[in-house]
C-alpha cells in the first residue's frame, strides 16, 4: 500500500493542522492524541514517510522507540503512573485508522480502564496536560 502524503499527520508535519506539540528532534515528532483514551495519551512519528510498520526502514522504528522510551519516563513523571500502555496498528484490518506511522503512548494507573476511543478531548485541559508533559521531559 502506498503512502498517502495528505493523511492527517503529514499535515501536522507540514504545519497545515495544528498540533499540541511535546518533543521533536531530528527524526521524530511527538504529540497530544486529541482523542484520548487516558490523561496523557501521545503520539510519536517518524518526520518522514512511513505508511506503518510494515514498510517503515530499520533507522525510522529504532528512531520512533527511542522517543518513544524518553517521552514514557516523561508522562511517567507527569502523571504519576504506575505503568504504560506502548500501541501501534498496521493497516486497518490490525486497527490503524491513520496512516503515517505512529506509536501510542499511554500512561496507566493500576485499576483504571482505557475510556471508550472516540472522544474529544477538552482542548483547554489537553494544553494543561501537555505542559505538564513537558515540564517533566
Ligand atoms: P490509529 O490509527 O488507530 O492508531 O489511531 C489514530 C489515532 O490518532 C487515534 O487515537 C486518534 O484519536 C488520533 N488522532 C486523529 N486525528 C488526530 C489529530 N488531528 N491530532 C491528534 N491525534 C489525532
Known amino acids: 500500500m502506498a503512502y498517502d502524503n495528505d493523511n492527517i499527520f503529514a499535515k501536522i508535519l507540514r504545519g497545515e493542522i495544528p498540533s499540541e506539540k511535546l518533543y521533536e ?12 483514551r487516558v490523561d496523557g495519551h501521545c503520539l510519536v512519528i517518524p518526520k518522514t514517510p512511513a505508511r506503518n510498520m510494515l514498510d517503515a526502514t530499520p533507522e525510522q522504528l529504532a528512531a520512533c522507540l527511542k522517543t518513544a522510551q524518553k517521552m514514557s519516563h516523561a508522562v511517567m513523571k507527569a502523571f504519576d503512573a504506575d505503568g504504560i500502555t506502548f500501541q501501534q496498528f498496521n493497516e486497518a484490518a490490525g486497527g490503524q485508522e491513520v496512516f503515517h506511522l505512529h506509536y501510542h503512548i499511554l500512561p496507566r494507573h493500576e485499576g483504571t480502564p482505557l475510556r471508550a476511543p472516540g472522544q474529544m478531548a477538552d482542548f483547554g485541559v489537553l494544553k494543561e496536560q501537555a505542559e505538564k508533559i513537558r515540564a517533566a521531559l
Open 25 to 36: 528532534d531530528d527524526d521524530t515528532y511527538v504529540f497530544m492524541d486529541i482523542m484520548p
